[in-house]
């Protein structure tokens, strides 16, 4: 039974390997959550991805070769690990793209490192992703600590001001999902409030699959805290907004980082009305003014057009960024072996505001890209809008939350 | 002392959300002797039901109710019939796995079918705010409080004065003596489990105007549920409606005083202290050691 | 029909030196079916191959360890990456604090799971079926969520980043194949406890206390202590391969760590391939491994979801067409057809039986004394003021009507029952009366005692019965296996040895039931209505045999209904009505007593006949 059950593996896999030689195209690898409680936002980052690649196929491809994508689904890490050697060994990919979950791309960069494969980091925020001293890998998007540090800079340079109000007067409150979203963003947070000498007056770590947070709501309110910082997926979002209208809880201002405050879902599960106001910390999202982000326009025309909705999120628009980082580095190597790939992606040099994000790039030694930040945006007439840097923004910010 | 009774308040709505929930496992657990680790899914399938039927008909979730209550009776049965029963005479672990791979067939399912993006119903009726002095709660909450009451009441009296239900509860006592009384044991089983997954029906409805729904949903509700169950006795059907309320409060309460990402530590180990020392449940009406 | 998959017998023991073992078809053929693990992915040289085997290993050799507990002693624990995950941190947390290699880590590791296996072990054997399960599957709730707590600690959320230092010393490699070593050599040290497990008096102990627990502490099995055992066998293991897992991630989170849907998985693949056998976890790991991961790389880039739902289907449609698992299910046949191999199908070699344990003491002396034993359930009062003292070599014969309080004596001078009031003192090896706390206690001091409702171990053959109760003074299998041949004999149950005790009629229960106590080699002998649904010559036989076993110098005392056996066989009567004794004498004098005749007919019956 043992014996016949391997064989027919065994064959199973010689067959695929097989296959994968014969024909006359780059393949890539693209390593994200396709399934399980990361699905959502991992597919939307993987569209970011797909739209790069078939722009570039239409223009004749990578120096002439057709670009293939080979998916890789992971939801834990030891899938991530095993999807990460399939597409290297089997798949014979020269590059992966991933990953949206820090915790996939840790592991899953760990073997493409050992591997001697580039693996480029397009979505996941997760510092310690580029601070291993890893060769290969590289990531576009700006870290937990960029986020971090823009939330509570942006209490001192934007919601202070708004509210005329010394930022040190301010009573903040952090909530968070206890993930490793959540706890990583959260853990910055409170030392860049210390840095700033700015009142922390309660720290608060939730479940994100919880059905209730009216306790979390409670500790704010009791606390009496002005602003709150949540970093939060989306289910724990809506949660949140409903439950403070609920309870009658109103601060004078909320800032989000990401997550479940840049899907539109989110917007029209909580009512457009109540998310009035939110502010939001995140990769940059549609409504950012086109002069500071080229081709964010046609990004969004692009991507209605193969998949009939707009965007769901910010994701694909910066996977999209960093695809094409990539992959004019994979043009500009000699050929798509690690070391020529790497030495054609640190020379890299873009500054702000010529890409589709806004962003610059330029690689630091630890190939994290340096020109990066997360833009402010705020939930106004059921749109995101970008508020911060000025040249990005498209509005000017409101305070308060909710219409009511 | 104010905070105090908006969490206790908090901690009812709550608990009668897990009542309505558990209540259904109270049958499928207690009485049918099936750890039916898909009975979060079935709230998950009864969730994205009444959506449908909300998004594309217009139903209120209250009116869909009703179908989806009769579907999710079908559901339930149909798995007791095809998948548990074939299994009786197996190892009593195997049914376990059975669920297992209900639940995971399930949960895919409706990724395939529905992604994984959030699915809500606006019902602005279920969700008004309703003040008693400075303390809120919300007609959806409330409607769930009395529907949990109702829903328990009627259960009960289900059991006590109907043919059925005293079938149901000699079944659940002794399954051969009950055999050798003449009654068809297999359909009460079928039908059991089918009233246990309607009842999930009835929660999906209560929860849709509150909370959206994933394909993961389920999986956060059902391991409250089997502590509800084994705090409640197993098969009593007050007992699961008493645990689900301390639950409930002892949910809301632990997040506040203690932290919110502990709470479930709390009443896991709440849980586990039962079992340890009080098998039979809080009222001592089961038999966790049998 | 499924004795060889569920029965120790399934390998037999041969009395042979290592190396003739070889020619064993069974033993070279699982060999060479184990060495496939190393040598498929050699051949197809793909760090994706090698990474399926690897996981193949560490879920293999994971379920293994699960089966000791889940299987053999039909504990089934769904928190079991509770041990896993301690393993794993441990590990990573030593290298990172103090530079301790993997290879010391996963000790230390493997040390703290004991520990903690003990302490939910020993509070939680008693729950049963699925709250056992929950109750496992709430600590390890409770472990994770204390994971993400206290993150200064762990990493919290964040997670564990495994230095990337390379090398045999830090267990983390370029070369992959060094992997698959390793995760081989975990697998076949788990698959080796196993087996030896399996194959010892440890093995039939746990499927005795997953059987009938009260019919194992008769045979003087501490069931606590035996489960404990598992339990630390188990966590040990699960922990080293965890730790090791953790070191070809090289990356921990609480989430991975203590998956509950890992925990399930690994019972999962038991219960596929066969659950408390050797080989059934390593084979429910070949069959579904491969399956999700093709599924995977096939399936998922097509739409999402769709491998996870077809992987569930399998999995429901494996547990319906499976139900007893694939050992269960072909194990028989596929056995027969390798012992059909050259040097297969081999008889075992006759072995001498051990001497039997020797009774000396005085005839006559005091060897049981019970005193003013008082028992009460609730209002009602089982025993009130029973003393009864019990003398070397006599037969006493314990009779009344129903619902007297026979048993309930029998329950207490055996330790079943703890009296409400009143001890029970038995003479020790050391000829001075001691007070026993635990049934198995009152077991290994030389009680044996039968039970009224018959309880024999279903699953396992008449003869492995017997080994059961022969373990308590013959630790070794082949020492127990021929002096169980030799209690069958004696007790007429040799030519049915083979059968599994489920499918024995009641007579021969009854005999089994008497073979399995005699096995324990008692010193006193309680025999609760041994002749009851017995022929008229077997109850004959059971006559001879009583006497026969008390002319080994063994005391008897039995609870009899037919009176023309016990007043034939006992020395001595004692009549017990209402929870108390009424009469006690010699047999002839007994029958006479006004007050018997009144118990047993009723005082009309006694005043009509004007006795």
Known sequence: ?404 | ?290 | MTTKAFAPSAAVPRKSSPLARLTDPRVYCSLAALSLILIVPRIIDSPFVMHVFVTICVFGALSTAWNIVGGYAGQLSLGHTVFYGIGGYTTALLIQHFGLSPWIGMWAGAALSVLVGIGIGYPCFRLRGPFFSLATIAFLEVVRLLAIHFHGLTGGAAGLIVPLNLGWEWMIFREKFNYLYIAFGLLLLTLLVSWAIRNSRLGFYLTAVREREDAALAAGVNNTGVKLRAVIVSAALTSLVGSFHAMYMTFLEPATMFSLATAIEIAMFSLIGGLGTVVGPLLGTVLVVPIAELARGWLGASANGLHGFVYGTVLVIITLTLPAGLVGTFGPRVGQWIDRLPGGGRRQDAHAAPASRPISGEPGQPILEAKGLVMKFGGLTATDNVSITLRRGEILGIIGPNGAGKTTVFNQISGFLKPTSGTVAVIGPDGAMTNPASADEFSRLGIGRTFQIVQPFGKLTVLENIMVGVFMRHPKVDDARAAALRVARLVGLEDIKDVEARNLPIGGLKRLEVARTLATEPSILLLDEVMAGQSQSDTQRMVNLIRTIRDTGVTVIAIEHNMQAIMSLSDRIIVIDSGKVIAEGNPQDVVKNRRVIEAYLGEDFVDAQGI
């Open chain 1, 1 to 404: 039974m043992k014996v016949v059950m391997k064989a027919a593996v065994a064959a199973g896999l010689a067959l695929g390997a097989s296959q994968a030689f014969a024909q006359e195209t780059v393949k890539v690898g693209a390593l994200y959550p396709f399934s399980g409680g990361l699905a959502l936002l991992g597919d939307e980052s993987f569209r970011g991805l797909e739209l790069a690649i078939e722009e570039r196929n239409a223009a004749g491809g990578l120096n002439g070769k057709k670009i293939e994508l080979v998916k890789g689904d992971a939801v834990d890490p030891n899938q991530a690990v095993g999807e990460a050697r399939r597409l290297t060994s089997v798949e014979k990919v020269p590059v992966i793209f991933g990953t949206y979950s820090s915790s996939l791309s840790l592991a899953a960069s760990q073997v493409a490192e050992l591997a001697g494969i580039p693996y480029f980091e397009l979505g996941a925020i997760s510092d310690p992703i580029t601070e291993r001293g890893f060769k290969y890998v590289c990531r576009t998007n700006p870290t937990s600590k960029d986020f971090a540090n823009r939330m509570v800079d942006s209490i001192i340079e934007a919601v202070a001001p708004g509210l005329n109000a010394d930022p040190k007067s301010l009573k903040i409150g952090i909530i968070h999902e206890d993930s490793l979203y959540g706890q990583t963003v959260s853990g910055f947070q409170q030392a860049r409030a210390k840095e700033k000498s700015l009142n922390v007056v309660e720290t608060l770590p939730y479940s994100a699959k919880s059905v209730d947070l009216t306790p979390v709501i409670l500790r704010l309110k009791s606390a009496g805290a002005d602003v709150v910082l949540q970093t939060s997926y989306q289910n724990d979002t809506v949660l949140f907004f409903r439950q403070m209208k609920d309870q009658g809880f109103k601060p004078k201002a909320v800032i989000g980082a990401g997550g479940g405050y840049s899907t539109r879902d989110t917007a029209q599960a909580v009512g457009t009305e109540n998310i009035e106001g939110a502010l939001n910390v995140d990769f940059p999202q549609y409504r950012t003014n086109p002069q500071a982000a080229p081709g964010i326009d046609e990004f969004v025309k692009k991507y209605q057009a193969k998949y009939g909705t707009a965007p769901r999120s910010g994701h694909s628009l910066t996977n999209y960024m960093g695809a094409n980082v990539f992959l004019d580095a994979m043009a500009a190597a000699k050929d798509l072996k690690g070391d020529a790939i790497k030495e054609a992606v640190m020379k890299v040099d873009i500054p702000v505001g010529r890409t589709a994000t806004g962003w610059g790039v330029k690689f630091n030694e630890n190939c994290q890209n340096t020109r990066v930040s997360p833009f402010l945006m705020q939930w106004q007439g059921g749109e995101l809008v970008t508020v911060f840097p000025a040249e990005a923004a498209v509005a000017k910010m409101k305070t308060g939350i909710g219409t009511n």
């Open chain 2, 1 to 290: 002392m104010d905070v105090l009774v908006q969490l206790l308040i908090n901690g009812i709505m709550l608990g009668s959300m897990y009542a309505i929930i558990s209540v259904g496992l109270t049958l499928i657990f207690g009485i049918v002797r099936v750890v039916n680790f898909a009975h979060g899914e079935f709230l998950m399938v009864g969730m994205y039901a009444v959506y449908l039927l909300g998004a594309y008909w217009g139903l209120n979730p209250y009116v869909s109710a009703v179908p989806v209550i009769i579907l999710l009776f079908a559901l339930g049965s149909l798995v007791q019939r095809f998948i548990i029963q074939p299994l009786l005479g197996a190892d009593e672990h195997i049914q376990i796995f059975a669920t297992v791979g209900l639940s995971t067939a399930l949960v895919n399912l409706a990724l395939l079918v529905f992604g994984a993006d959030l699915y809500s119903l606006t019902v602005p009726s279920a969700r008004q705010a309703v003040s008693v002095g400075d303390y809120t709660m919300l007609t959806g909450q409330i409607f769930m409080l009395a529907c949990a009451v109702i829903l328990v009441a009627g259960l009960h009296f289900f059991m006590q004065t109907t043919a059925l239900g005293r079938a149901i509860r000699a079944t659940a006592q002794n399954r051969n003596a009950a055999l050798l009384m003449g009654v068809r044991v297999d359909r009460i089983y079928v039908i059991t489990f089918g009233l246990g997954a309607a009842c999930v029906g009835l929660a999906s409805a209560l929860l849709m105007p509150l909370y959206p729904v994933t394909p993961t949903i389920g999986t956060y509700f059902v391991l409250t549920a089997f502590v509800v169950v084994v705090l409640g006795g197993m098969r009593s059907i007050y007992g699961a409606f008493v645990g689900a309320m301390i639950i409930g409060i002892v949910d809301s309460l632990s997040g506040y005083y203690i932290a919110p990402d502990l709470k479930e530590v709390v009443y896991f180990a709440i849980f586990i202290l039962i079992l340890i020392f009080k098998p039979t449940g809080l009222f001592g009406f089961g038999r966790g050691t049998e």
